[in-house]
T-cell receptor, first 115, second 111 residues
Framework: GAVVSQHPSRVICKSGTSVKIECRSL??????MFWYRQFPKQSLMLMAT?????????EQGVEKDKFLINHASLTLSTLTVTSAHPEDSSFYIC???????????FGPGTRLTVT | GNSVTQMEGPVTLSEEAFLTINCTYT??????LFWYVQYPGEGLQLLLK?????DKGSNKGFEATYRKETTSFHLEKGSVQVSDSAVYFC??????????FGGGTRLMVKP
């Protein structure tokens, strides 16, 4: 149980375009989803936290207009990187948790490469 | 604020060697402590956890004990395998549901 999927697993896009990454909880209702960014050989940095039906809370230094997060249902959250640039190339990982448990379940990650 | 400090890697061991990866933390209150493992190209998997002082988390031969007096949660395994090669992250969770991660330690096990 508690499986989280991400799609796509890898994406290459051109500079200036937007790309959407989906995060789904497959067998539970995720009241809260988290988006992390991981640069090569570095730790995970929390970008934002989203609760179903409400606006995401962004960490300091994360541009909310560039990284659009939507948590429209209890099983789906999306991260859209708008007007992507090469410096946005990274590994993006989502996690999900449900009320009363607190533990975060992680997706397999999405590797974004912006050319 | 909360912080987690791990020993820098890479840690290179021969198969069947003893493993220790040090982890210390700074936090207010009584956090829960976690070890996550990340295999190449994949997301994080929870390896083990401990929720209160003196608890020992264990899984797949790995174990770690929550030491409040030394604010530590060192990861140990008695006999590592090549398949254990991965990056290991120590993390804590305090009030709320926010995880704070250490920098990660890369483990390489050679046959």
């Amino acid at each position: 149980g508690a499986v989280v999927s991400q799609h796509p697993s890898r994406v290459i896009c051109k500079s200036g375009t937007s790309v959407k990454i989906e995060c789904r909880s497959l067998d539970f209702q995720a009241t809260t989803m988290f988006w992390y960014r991981q640069f090569p050989k570095q730790s995970l940095m929390l970008m934002a936290t989203s609760n179903e039906g409400s606006k995401a809370t962004y960490e300091q230094g994360v541009e909310k207009d560039k990284f659009l997060i939507n948590h429209a249902s209890l099983t789906l959250s999306t991260l859209t990187v708008t007007s992507a640039h090469p410096e946005d190339s990274s590994f993006y990982i989502c996690s999900a948790s449900y009320k009363g448990v607190g533990e975060q379940y992680f997706g397999p990650g999405t590797r974004l490469t912006v050319t | 604020g909360n912080s987690v400090t791990q020993m820098e890697g890479p840690v290179t061991l021969s198969e069947e060697a003893f493993l220790t990866i040090n982890c210390t933390y700074t936090a207010t209150g009584y956090p829960s402590l976690f070890w996550y493992v990340q295999y190449p190209g994949e997301g994080l998997q929870l390896l083990l956890k401990a929720t209160k002082a003196d608890d020992k988390g264990s899984n797949k031969g790995f174990e770690a004990t929550y030491r409040k007096e030394t604010t530590s949660f060192h990861l140990e395994k008695g006999s590592v395998q090549v398949s254990d090669s991965a990056v290991y992250f120590c993390a804590l969770k305090n009030a709320g549901n926010m995880l704070t991660f250490g920098g990660g330690t890369r483990l390489m096990v050679k046959p």
